[in-house]
């Protein structure tokens, strides 16, 4: 025995033929550039207009971060594989990407429950909005999410490094996602699925049960709005935010907290690509594109107005 987990068997989910990989590689590396593009665009917009200096967007940004960040860590690889047809990686590198991926998972969301409660405070005291949401708490709001999520991440290191391989395995998966691992393990998982199902589990509930919630507050508070305008313009500014709350916790929750059999490994991937590509993709389209704030930063940026203010 081994503790060396390789090579990898599949590149997105998609059958090993050449037709496949053929069609899949152009929209892989077309999905790849507009996530770091848009996310980094978003950052970019942010950083260099002063009225988009708000602990909305100051959350927002780190978001695109780590959305850049998370998709990094799992679709260079994929696309190296399906370019070169060399799908093996090394048992360190498995670990390392397994890692990351966990960490910034995590981030991600952390960094949606405290933007819910950004969208909660804005809503239900605007007047004190400035005075609560203060430049200290978001710093610690997000030194928070980083502790959380690394110790969290460490911690499923260190157990899965404690497991026995064989020299080789086959990955059933397009990245070293830790179920796929686990199944792969010749040692007892006990502790690492008992791990995975409390502390894990706990992140994802107590940040989803921290979205519903404020948002929660949010509709009471809606509801008692004079006017249906003021209940548009409410729900305006977190229609975007309860899109992304959806589709990432609800691929989340179907991958994780409702078990497929061992013979439907494509439905864990088809789940895995939704919330390491398509939500990472989706996040300059729905935030900003769609946000009026946002526009008209980018068309500064277009006019050269906020690089010549600067």
């Given at each position: 025995r081994?503790?060396?987990?390789c090579p990898s068997?599949?590149s997105w989910g998609?059958?090993?033929?050449?037709?496949?990989r053929?069609?899949?590689?152009?929209?892989s590396?077309?999905?790849t550039?507009?996530t770091v593009v848009?996310?980094?665009l978003?950052i970019?917009?942010?950083r260099?207009?002063?009225?988009l200096?708000?602990?909305?967007y100051?959350?927002?940004?780190?978001?695109a971060?780590t959305d850049?960040?998370f998709?990094s860590?799992?679709?260079p690889k994929?696309?190296i594989?399906?370019?070169?047809q060399d799908?093996s990686i090394?048992y360190?590198?498995?670990?390392t990407?397994?890692y990351?991926?966990?960490?910034?998972g995590?981030i991600?969301?952390?960094?949606?429950a405290?933007?819910a409660?950004?969208?909660?405070?804005a809503?239900?005291?605007?007047?004190?909005?400035t005075?609560?949401m203060?430049?200290?708490l978001?710093?610690?709001?997000l030194?928070?999410s980083w502790?959380?999520s690394c110790t969290?991440a460490?911690?499923?290191?260190?157990l899965?490094?404690?497991?026995?391989?064989?020299?080789n395995?086959?990955i059933?998966?397009?990245?070293?996602?830790?179920?796929?691992l686990l199944k792969?393990?010749c040692?007892d998982t006990?502790?690492n699925?008992?791990f995975?199902f409390?502390?894990?589990?706990?992140v994802i509930?107590?940040s989803?049960t921290?979205?519903?919630?404020?948002?929660?507050?949010i509709?009471?508070?809606?509801?008692?709005?004079?006017?249906?305008?003021?209940?548009?313009k409410?729900?305006s500014?977190?229609?975007?935010h309860?899109?992304?709350v959806?589709l990432?916790y609800g691929t989340?929750?179907v991958l994780?907290?409702?078990?497929s059999?061992?013979?439907?490994n494509d439905k864990?991937?088809?789940a895995?690509?939704?919330y390491?590509?398509v939500?990472p993709?989706?996040?300059p389209f729905?935030?900003?594109?769609?946000?009026?704030?946002?526009?008209?930063a980018?068309?500064?940026?277009?006019?050269?107005?906020?690089?010549?203010s600067?």
């Amino acid at each position: 025995r081994t503790r060396a987990a390789c090579p990898s068997s599949s590149s997105w989910g998609s059958p090993s033929g050449q037709s496949s990989r053929e069609c899949s590689l152009p929209c892989s590396w077309a999905c790849t550039l507009t996530t770091v593009v848009g996310n980094l665009l978003i950052i970019l917009l942010i950083r260099l207009d002063p009225c988009l200096h708000t602990p909305m967007y100051f959350f927002l940004s780190q978001l695109a971060f780590t959305d850049v960040s998370f998709s990094s860590v799992t679709v260079p690889k994929t696309l190296i594989n399906m370019h070169t047809q060399d799908q093996s990686i090394p048992y360190a590198g498995c670990v390392t990407q397994m890692y990351f991926f966990i960490f910034f998972g995590c981030i991600d969301n952390l960094l949606l429950a405290v933007m819910a409660y950004d969208r909660y405070v804005a809503i239900c005291h605007p007047l004190h909005y400035t005075t609560i949401m203060r430049e200290e708490l978001c710093i610690l709001l997000l030194a928070g999410s980083w502790f959380l999520s690394c110790t969290s991440a460490l911690s499923h290191t260190i157990l899965l490094a404690q497991l026995s391989f064989y020299a080789n395995n086959i990955i059933p998966h397009f990245f070293c996602d830790l179920a796929a691992l686990l199944k792969l393990s010749c040692s007892d998982t006990s502790l690492n699925e008992i791990f995975i199902f409390t502390v894990g589990g706990l992140v994802i509930i107590l940040s989803f049960t921290g979205v519903l919630v404020s948002y929660g507050r949010i509709g009471a508070t809606i509801l008692r709005f004079p006017s249906i305008k003021e209940i548009y313009k409410a729900l305006s500014t977190c229609g975007s935010h309860l899109s992304m709350v959806f589709l990432f916790y609800g691929t989340i929750m179907v991958l994780y907290f409702f078990p497929s059999s061992s013979n439907s490994n494509d439905k864990d991937i088809i789940a895995s690509v939704m919330y390491t590509v398509v939500t990472p993709m989706l996040n300059p389209f729905i935030y900003s594109l769609r946000n009026r704030d946002m526009k008209g930063a980018m068309g500064k940026l277009l006019r050269r107005e906020i690089l010549f203010s600067k």
